[in-house]
């Protein structure tokens, strides 16, 4: 866990939260894919010297977790603590995620506070009791509505399906606690309305909308059939919900009921981001709860797509066994960071390839990045000893390129920072690294070099400065996705000694042309992105 960036004190905090996971299991590739993008989001704003929380943890009550440990001959408890430590948090330090805490929903800084909430809801009228039958399914931990299941086939054969899990629903009849949510459609309704912006991607939007529109029903907030669960204080024969204690995280873990200064300055989420799987549960339970309760809304809540392999979601069940580790260990985690959100428009769905990665990795990463790192670092080296000389001579050629930086930073800043747009951001900032590649390509600094003459030396200068400080604001740019590469950058520029820390330059100044001090000591440290190992293919 790492804060970086001069702080504002006494202001809001950014705050991002991702889903916290179920601990079924360990983490996959899909759930990596959410963690990394609020994690480029975070270090981004982080970057920009805003103050900033991001909060993942994990969601380990209900009856998926309460199975999963019983047919594994452990406590639930042991079996989250073992997933927690052994899976999901090595995960998370292996790829380079900054969050800045971590909530298991079975600490009692969450746990009572879950308590405390519900109970004031009860006390406020919006929870009573009542009787539901229904088809539920596990995996989802949600009640369904008959109409939206499928017909089972082969082994399901006359058996409704979930459409999400593929597995036959469970027909529950329970005496439950009921939250009052039909009565939230209209001021919901009219929230979306205030705030367009509130569900992102738009498609995602019109969808929840839609829901909305056709009428809410109220909703179960506990079980009684089994005891894995935050109880019910008024009546411990009932465990609450899983969702409504899952939710809650967000509010727990940032002082609700517990630590106001905090609280005032973190709560609400200024971005949930989400798969969306689980849309709904965000966009209309959690604000509805938190309008029940008296409390803000948060600012923003984003659906990513699926990842997909052959054709179906990723998911637990269908893998294929490839690991977020397996890849890592063959691109390395930059790579890895980069791929995902490079390769897939946010909000879209988009299926993983080892061919697609293979190439994307050795034409954009290797070959036009990494590549240019080196050759630049090679020349000021040879040319000039290693010490980075100064830009006298500078025409149009120079001109273009410094307004190419600028306008990639800009973008880029939008992008990622406002916009959540990762793949546009990246795609402008390599767009800036083909710019400056084609600049070389022209202005052919080694033929340059052969012009002994003080013109063609103070060319010469220019064109490898003007370089350099185009990595520099890679450097700075990529830093957010591509951390450890652009260290190393930074490093092999000679930066640190007279910028300072990489992770302290203010990315919105990153299109500032010419912050890289003449004299640098610039050295060709080890190469980016290494030459790939032996092909893997997906078949
Ligand atoms: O739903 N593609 O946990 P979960 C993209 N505990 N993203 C994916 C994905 C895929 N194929 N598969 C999973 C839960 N994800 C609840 C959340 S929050 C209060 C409670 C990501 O372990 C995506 O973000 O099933 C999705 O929403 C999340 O993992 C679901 O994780």
Redesign the pocket.
Known sequence: MAATGTEKQGSKAFYVT?????VNDAP????A??TVAGDVLTRWHRQRGEKVWYLTGT?EHGQKIMRTAEANGVSPQEWCDKLVEEAWKPLWEHLDIANDDFIRTTEKRHTDRVQEFVQDLYDKGEIYKGGYEGPYCVGCEEYKLPADLIDGEGEYEGQKLCPIHKKPVELLKEENYFFKLSEYGPRLLEFYGANPGFIQPESARNEVVNFVKQGLQDLSISRSTFDWGVKVPWDEKHVIYV?ID??L??ATAVGYNENPAKFADTFPADVH???K??LR?HAIIWPAMLLANDLPVPGRVAA?????VGGE???KSNLTGIKPQDLTSHFGVDAYRWYFLRAIAFGQDGSFSWEDFTARYTSELANDYGNLASRVAAMVGKYFGGELPEATASDAAEKAVQEGLAKAAATADRLIGEELDFQGGILAIFDFVKQVNGYLTEQEPWKVAKDTSPEGQARLATILYTAADSLRGMAVLLNAVMPRTSEALWESLGAEASLGALADQPVQNAGVWGQLPVGSTVTKGAVLFPRLEEPKTTA
């Open positions: 991702t889903p916290i996971y179920y996959h590739l899909g759930h894919y959410t969601d969702w899952a939710l995280n967000y981001l989400v798969g799987d689980i549960f990513n797509g699926w990842l997909m979601k990723m998911s």
